[in-house]
C-alpha cells in the first residue's frame, strides 16, 4: 500500500521544552487508515492534524470499542531518533484488537508508516533531558449505528504529542492506596487489552485515593481481592530480601513492554526475578520482618516509579526510608540511556530512525 502525504499549509510554533507538560501539544501532521469488510484497511495517508468528523450515533461513542497503544520517540544527543521497541506495541495493540473484536493491522506496514510520519515531524522530538515525543496509536469504531454488535467499519490513527521530563523536579517516590471495593479488572474481561474503558473504570477510586492524599490506586485482584495486579496505569515490581518480584501475567494485567525489559535487565544482571501471584498480606508481612526493600512501578510514561507509601485497609507502611532505592534508581537511569542512545543496546530494543529517501 502506498502512503499518500497531503503536508499543512501553516506550521504551528512550537511550544518551549519546559512548559511541554504532558498530552497537551500535538504536531503538524496525523496518520489515518480506515477499514471496511470489502477494502480491508485502505486509504493510508499522512494529513494535517486535525478533528475528527463524526455522527453521534458512531459507535466508539456508545460502546467504548477503541484500543490504543503508547510509546516515545527519544533524540538522542547527536540529533538521531530511537524508537524503543515500537514491534511490541504494534503487537500488542493487534492482541487488544483481537479481544475487542477488531481486524489486524500488518504490523511491519504500520512500523513503516510510523517511521514515514516521524521523518516529516522529527523536529518536533524536543532534545532538553528527560523529554521526548509521545506516540499514541488508536483505532475506533466508525459504524453510524446503535444497536450492540461490534462495528464493520474502523479508523487506524496516530498522533504524536511533544512531552515534558516525567521528573522536572528530580526522581520522586509515589503514594499508592490500595483498595479492596474497587476492581480494574476481572478474570475473562479485559484488563489484558487496551482498551478506553478499563481507564474510564479506574478514575472513581483513583478520586478516592487522591482526596485521601495518594497519587495512584494499587490494583488487587478482582475475583479474590487479595492478590496484586498494577499500580495506577503501570506494573508493579517488590523487592523482598533479593528476589524481584512482579505479579505474573494472568489475562487481567496489561502486558507492559517496561515490564518486560525491566525483567530482562535484571536477569542479564543475575538478580533472581520472579513472575508469580502476590498477595498485599505478603508484601505487609515482608515490610513487618524488615525484607521490603523496594517498591516501583514501570511504564512507558515514567519509565520507573518508585513507591514510598503504601496505604491498606487504614495502615500505612513507608517503603525503606521512603525514598528511591538502588535497584529502581540504577533501572531507571540504565532504561534512560539504552533509549537515548547513551549505553549499548544489548537486546536490540531500539529502532533508529534512519532518513527516508
Ligand atoms: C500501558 C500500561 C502499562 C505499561 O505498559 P508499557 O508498555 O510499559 O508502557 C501498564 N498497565 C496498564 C494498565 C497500561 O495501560
Known amino acids: 500500500m502506498k502512503i499518500t502525504i497531503k503536508k499543512a499549509e501553516t506550521l504551528k510554533n512550537h511550544p518551549e521544552d519546559s512548559g511541554l507538560g504532558f498530552g497537551t501539544f500535538f504536531t503538524d501532521h496525523m496518520f489515518n487508515m480506515d477499514y471496511d469488510p470489502e477494502k480491508g484497511w485502505h486509504n493510508p495517508r499522512i494529513e494535517p492534524y486535525g478533528p475528527i468528523e463524526m455522527d453521534p450515533s458512531t459507535m466508539v461513542l456508545h460502546y467504548g470499542q477503541a484500543i490504543f497503544e503508547g510509546l516515545k520517540a527519544y533524540k538522542t544527543e547527536s540529533g538521531k531518533i530511537n524508537l524503543f521497541r515500537p514491534q511490541d506495541n ?165 502486558s507492559g513492554i517496561t515490564r518486560d525489559s525491566v525483567i530482562k535487565l535484571t536477569k542479564s544482571w543475575d538478580i533472581n526475578v520472579v513472575e508469580r501471584k502476590i498477595s498485599i498480606d505478603e508484601i505487609y508481612d515482608a515490610h513487618g520482618n524488615g525484607k521490603l526493600k523496594e517498591v516501583f512501578g514501570s511504564g512507558t510514561a515514567a519509565v520507573i516509579s518508585p513507591v514510598g507509601n503504601i496505604k491498606f485497609k487504614g495502615k500505612e507502611i513507608t517503603i525503606g526510608d521512603g525514598g528511591v532505592g538502588p535497584l529502581a534508581a540504577k533501572l531507571f537511569s540504565d532504561l534512560m540511556d539504552i533509549q537515548y542512545g547513551k549505553a549499548d543496546d544489548p537486546f536490540n530494543w531500539i529502532i533508529p530512525l534512519s532518513p527516508m529517501k
Not at 211 to 238: A, C, H, P, R
Open 90 to 254: 504494534l503487537k500488542r495493540l493487534n492482541n487488544s484488537g483481537h479481544m475487542l473484536c477488531m481486524p489486524a493491522l500488518d504490523e511491519e506496514f504500520v512500523l513503516e508508516a510510523l517511521l514515514t510520519l516521524l521523518d516529516i515531524e522529527k523536529d518536533w522530538v524536543p532534545g532538553t533531558a528527560g523529554t521526548s515525543l509521545y506516540i499514541r496509536p488508536t483505532i475506533i469504531a466508525t459504524d453510524p449505528y446503535i444497536g450492540l454488535r461490534s462495528s464493520n467499519t474502523y479508523r487506524f490513527f496516530i498522533i504524536l504529542s511533544p512531552v515534558g521530563a516525567y521528573y522536572p523536579e528530580g526522581f520522586d517516590p509515589v503514594k499508592i492506596w490500595v483498595t479492596t471495593e474497587y476492581v480494574r479488572a476481572v478474570r475473562g474481561g479485559v484488563g489484558e487489552a487496551k482498551t478506553a474503558g478499563n481507564y474510564a473504570a479506574s478514575l472513581f477510586a483513583t478520586e478516592l485515593a487522591q482526596k485521601d492524599g495518594y497519587t495512584q490506586v494499587m490494583w488487587l485482584d478482582g475475583v479474590e481481592l487479595k492478590y496484586v495486579e498494577e499500580v495506577g496505569s503501570m506494573n508493579i515490581f517488590f523487592l523482598i530480601g533479593d528476589e524481584l518480584i512482579t505479579p505474573e501475567l494472568n489475562r487481567s494485567i496489561l
